[in-house]
């Protein structure tokens, strides 16, 4: 079956520190990846999208950047993090980019500071 | 784009009773209609989904409707229980899925 695996689970940083967050999935080849944010007691924002390793879509500008650099591999990245990155990140995966349910992480939860 | 909106954003019902939740869509060309259920810190979970060849799906105390003409479909909870207590989404999908906003369902025992 399929898992997928987010870390940390937990993360508290300071204003301008970098980020690094790593998502990976098992049991499946070539999935479609995503990461969302959730604010506390909002929906979930859709920050990028992967259709295969190297490929890239981004939903809003930001200071955050992902990467792909294997296929079950997906990183969320900040070269310098503001007050506003603060939220609950969650990695997804699915089979097809529509049309499909897509699986969640156990998400981070990072706070700046 | 697709737009999803979701109503109520809270909803609080006495354990027993039945809870909707509604969701309306702006593209007529989504046709996959996912419901997540988060719990409180936790990860969104799938709880059911339709397809929009089929207008109504039932699992056990959950039932989804979907009405593509008025685009609008619903998640039905019968019988609750405070264990239903948490956040529901609804999502429609194309080719891309958007989420609704979120309902906070409180099931008071």
């Known amino acids: 079956s399929q898992t997928i695996h987010q870390w940390p689970a937990t993360l508290v940083q300071p204003v301008g520190s970098p980020l690094s967050l790593e998502c990976t999935v098992e049991?499946?080849?070539?999935?479609?990846l995503y990461w969302y944010r959730q604010a506390a007691g909002r929906g979930l924002q859709l920050l990028f999208y992967s259709v295969g390793i190297g490929q890239i879509s981004s939903e809003v500008p930001q200071n955050l950047s992902a990467s792909r650099p294997q296929d079950r591999q997906f990183i969320l990245s900040s070269k310098k993090l503001l007050l506003s990155d603060s939220g609950f990140y969650l990695c997804?995966?699915?089979?097809?980019?529509?049309?499909?349910?897509?699986?969640f992480g156990d998400g981070t939860r990072l706070s700046i500071l | 784009g697709e737009n999803v909106e979701q109503h109520p954003s809270t909803l609080s019902v006495q354990e027993g009773d039945s809870a909707v939740i509604k969701c309306t869509y702006s593209d007529s060309a989504s046709n996959y209609f996912p419901w997540y259920k988060q719990e409180l810190g936790k990860r969104p979970q799938l709880i059911i989904d339709i397809r929009s060849n089929v207008g109504e799906k039932k699992d056990q105390r959950i039932a989804v409707t979907l009405n593509k003409t008025a685009k609008h479909f619903s998640l039905h909870i019968t019988e609750t229980q405070p264990e239903d207590s948490a956040v529901y989404f609804c999502?429609?999908?194309?080719?891309?899925?958007?989420f609704g906003a979120g309902t906070r369902l409180t099931v008071k025992p």
């Open positions: 049991g499946t080849s070539n999935p479609n």
């Open positions: 999502a429609a999908s194309d080719n891309d899925m958007r």
């Open positions: 997804a995966w699915s089979v097809m980019k529509g049309n499909q349910p897509q699986h």
